[in-house]
């Protein structure tokens, strides 16, 4: 589930202070204090988070501010949700525990000390998709209140009806009486780390864009990833290219997509007798209409198209083996097809 489940980082091998301190020192262009957390990670726990560090740093100025924070609290290594849902009051006050500087970002060093407190998120997405999906008894896509009871009741020390009311009514953010994915992940963090008050969807704002028959179209070209900007473009490629394709759902804070892009693009260097296209969902209305109507949860997602633009197959996540599985088992499938024509 996103997972949010939170991690604690392993103190195994670890390295001494003066390592660690001269190994951030190499690696950030700012005098380095002694981080409180630094001295409980490993070397490698270390690399990893500057790995994610240097990821989230979207305008590399070697500091994160709320925005780049944002994307980093809300992912995990492999999973972004398809919307912002980490309200940025949190993040601020995030931010601000944080930033001993009072410049309104963080660096490096306090990077560590965030990741020390556990604040970093860590793990695979269907672990949430699982337990929502075992609340969820009728398939709905949300948890009502008799279901959150039901599940609470199969505990050994369960919650009272009121504790359990109170609960669904913190995580109910539009008081619809339902608790959708990212509702349910709101709750989640909320109970992680004692926070009080709910998350609550970010509405991205409009942006104007210009209808695809009111503009050239020109059909993608193979071995190269193509970008395009809307429901529209996507169904006028799927009605005139003849061809099959595969269609990249990214969104600009999802550091597992921004990791994977250069993998899509040697992918699609490789397969040219697949159509490789990519969108950033959240870029305009046309793109969250692409986005809602492929039910799209999570980024990076991928769909694929056989050439009568049907769509046949999708997966998700930034698993570069996973991926070229499905891509082989897509063109083989196709050949199976054909063959039998």
């Known amino acids: 589930s996103c997972e949010h489940q939170i991690t604690h980082f392993s103190s195994r091998n670890r390295v001494s202070r003066s390592r660690q301190l001269l190994s951030l020192r190499n690696h950030h262009r700012r005098p380095t204090l002694e981080s409180r957390a630094a001295i ?13 560090y240097e990821a989230a740093d979207i305008d590399g100025d070697s500091y994160l501010n709320a925005e780049e924070l944002r994307g980093v609290l809300e992912c995990t290594d492999t999973f972004c949700l398809d919307r912002h849902w980490l309200p940025m009051e949190q993040v601020h006050s995030i931010l601000a525990t944080y930033d001993v500087e009072g410049k309104g970002k963080i660096g490096f060093e306090q990077f560590i000390n965030l990741a020390g407190d556990q604040q970093l998120l860590e793990g695979k997405l269907e672990e949430y998709l699982e337990a929502f999906s075992g609340m969820d008894k009728d398939g709905s896509g949300f948890i009502d209140v008799q279901e959150m009871t039901a599940y609470f009741q199969t505990l050994d020390s369960s919650p009272s009806q009121d504790e359990i009311e109170s609960m669904f009514d913190q995580g109910d953010l539009n008081d619809d009486r339902m608790i959708d994915f990212a509702e349910f992940l709101g709750l989640l963090r909320s109970k992680a780390l004692d926070l009080q008050g709910v998350l609550k969807y970010l509405e991205m704002p409009p942006v104007e864009t210009t209808p695809v028959a009111e503009k050239k179209v020109e059909l993608p070209k193979s071995g190269v990833v193509t970008m395009i900007h809307g429901k529209s473009e996507m169904d006028y490629i799927r009605t005139n290219l003849n061809k099959p394709v595969i269609l990249m759902i990214a969104f600009h804070w999802c550091r597992p997509c921004k990791g994977f892009a250069r993998k899509y693009e040697r992918f699609a260097d490789g397969f040219k007798e697949v159509t490789f296209l990519k969108v950033y969902g959240e870029e305009n209305e046309d793109t969250k209409a692409l986005v809602q109507s492929l039910s799209v949860k999570s980024s990076p997602a991928f769909y694929l198209f056989d050439k009568a633009g049907d769509l046949v197959a999708n997966f998700k996540g930034a698993n570069e083996e ?14 199976a097809a054909e063959a039998k024509m």
């Open 40 to 52: 409980s990670f490993s070397a490698a726990d270390i690399e990893d988070l500057r790995l994610r």
């Open 322 to 335: 996973r991926f070229r599985t499905e891509i082989l088992q897509f063109l083989n499938n196709k050949t």
